[in-house]
């Protein structure tokens, strides 16, 4: 857990030198500096949904997933999550629950997470993880200065996904095939290019809803090479 622990720190350190920075930029900058935040995240979105091999697993994985995550009603949970965690730290910040979301999917739906935490928790390396930890402090850095002090509490979540996956790869004990790994990414790609019609203001989309379809494409990929190779 070496790698998710100084992933976790990178993002805590990050963010409160981006919160220094946000007492510094004036109001009237916000809008401009969100609109390179959406963008840059969109970039990195379709970066990472280029590579689909299977895109009706994507697309049934994201329709299913969504009504998973409806069913379970995960936006409106993490909604009322960011709502405690901001009266319990008695923050004056308006997008809290906004800033933890963002950081959160940003810092989470990358391939390095799932591949990284995957060959730490099989004792290989942290190596990845490390050199993603060296990217995470800059987008916290950056998400921090405009969204606020809500994407330095999203360290906690990383640090239970992320930690949770290298604890079941370790459980496991076997690597899971790059093409489940791959569509995993894609997924999770899409998922990002929703997050940034959000921060973009495009429109208003329930984007932690679809985080169910991560689980369901890797699990069709997976069944898909066992059973129709």
């Known amino acids: ?3 998710t622990l100084v992933n976790t720190a990178a993002i805590i350190a990050g963010s409160s ?3 220094v920075f946000k007492k510094n930029l004036p109001e009237k900058y916000h809008n401009g500096y969100f609109q390179a935040v959406g963008l840059f995240t969109l970039l990195l979105g379709v970066k990472m949904a280029i590579p689909i091999a299977s895109p009706l697993v994507v697309v049934l994985s994201l329709i299913v997933g969504g009504f998973i ?5 995960l936006e409106e949970r993490t909604e009322q999550l960011g709502r405690y965690i901001k009266a319990q730290t008695r923050s004056q910040n308006d997008r809290f629950t906004e800033g933890l979301v963002t950081g959160f999917l940003l810092f989470c739906m990358g391939s390095m997470t799932i591949v990284g935490a995957i060959e730490e928790g099989l004792g290989k390396t ?3 993880l490390l050199a993603k930890s060296v990217m995470d402090f800059f987008s916290a850095m ?10 330095l509490f999203s360290a906690a979540l990383l640090l239970l996904f992320q930690g949770g996956v290298t604890v079941l790869a370790s459980l496991a004990g076997t690597a899971i095939p790059a093409p489940v790994i791959s569509e995993i990414s894609v997924t999770g790609g899409i998922i990002l290019i929703g997050l940034s019609i959000n921060l973009l203001k495009i429109r208003r989309l329930e984007i932690i809803n679809l985080l ?4 369901l494409a890797g699990l069709a990929v997976w069944l898909q090479m066992r059973f129709f190779p």
């Not at 995550?69 to 009603?73: A, C, E, N, T, W």
């Not at 950056?142 to 994407?151: E, Q, R």
């Not at 169910?212 to 689980?215: G, I, K």
């Open 1 to 3: 857990m070496v790698g």
């Open 126 to 128: 942290s190596d990845l």
């Open 142 to 151: 950056m998400l921090a200065a405009g969204l606020g002090i809500g994407v």
């Open 212 to 215: 169910p379809a991560l689980l």
């Open 69 to 73: 995550g409806m069913k379970l009603r």
């Open 17 to 19: 030198i981006g919160l």
